[in-house]
């Protein structure tokens, strides 16, 4: 959507290598969230976060409301990361609505 | 371990038919929602609910009714289905308290319109 601005648009990794995706926020954000849709199409969340970082495994999410962005960082990218990553953005001022963005579809490859 | 479950996981509906989407919570959130998502696009809101017998209007709420009878439960109606709703919804419920604004989502519903 025109609120939460996802990229890249999609993504190859090789195995065992690292990247970052990141979203843009035109919207006063409160919150953020990451989530993973898996191939068959299930939605998990990986990160909630105020203002910070958080990191879990491989993966490490930064969110900086100043500047409204957010970073999701994968370490050492395995077949399983595999799937499309969106970033969700809670809205300060519109009833603490949650907009998402389109997506990073990631590949990684052996 | 939180769980949201909808039926049914798949539908072929008829154009202009009627077609209900169903949703269950076991996680005692107040909050539920349902969201569309089409082809290599993110989730867009339909409708949500904050208490039982109560429904607000989301982001694209036309050609869509909801219904929050309990707190459990939470279905998205199609009272004349059209092509242009293919797509897959899932519903989501949140607490707004300890675990903040974090969804939990349902597996997803794929209605297909013909």
């Known amino acids: 959507g025109d609120q939460v601005k996802q990229s890249p648009s999609a993504l190859s990794l090789q195995e065992g290598t690292n990247s970052a995706l990141r979203c843009n926020f035109s919207?006063?954000?409160?919150?953020v969230q990451w989530f993973l849709q898996n191939p068959r199409g299930s939605l998990m969340n990986l990160f909630y976060?105020?203002?910070g970082t958080k990191e879990n495994g491989r993966l490490k999410s930064t969110f900086n409301s100043k500047e409204s962005y957010s970073t999701l960082h994968i370490r050492d990218a395995q077949l399983e990361d595999s799937g499309t990553y969106f970033c969700?953005?809670?809205?300060?001022?519109?009833?603490?609505?949650?907009?998402f963005g389109d997506g990073t579809q990631l590949v990684v490859k052996p | 371990e939180a769980a949201v479950t909808q039926s049914p996981r798949s539908k072929v509906a008829v154009t202009g038919g009627k077609v209900t989407l169903s949703c269950h919570q076991t996680?005692?959130?107040?909050?539920m929602y349902w969201y569309r998502q089409d082809t290599g696009h993110g989730l867009r809101l339909i409708h949500y609910s904050y208490v039982a017998d109560s429904t607000e209007k989301g982001d694209i709420p036309d050609g869509y009714k909801a219904s929050r009878p309990s707190q459990e439960n939470f279905s998205l109606i199609l009272e004349l289905a059209s092509l242009s709703q293919t797509a897959v919804y899932f519903c989501?419920?949140?607490?707004?308290?300890?675990?903040?604004?974090?969804?939990?989502f349902g597996e997803g519903s794929r209605l297909i319109v013909v």
């Open positions: 996680n005692n959130h107040d909050y």
């Open positions: 989501a419920s949140s607490d707004r308290g300890n675990s903040g604004n974090t969804l939990y």
């Open positions: 919207i006063a954000t409160t919150t």
């Open positions: 969700a953005a809670e809205a300060r001022n519109n009833n603490n609505r949650i907009f």
């Open positions: 976060l105020v203002p």
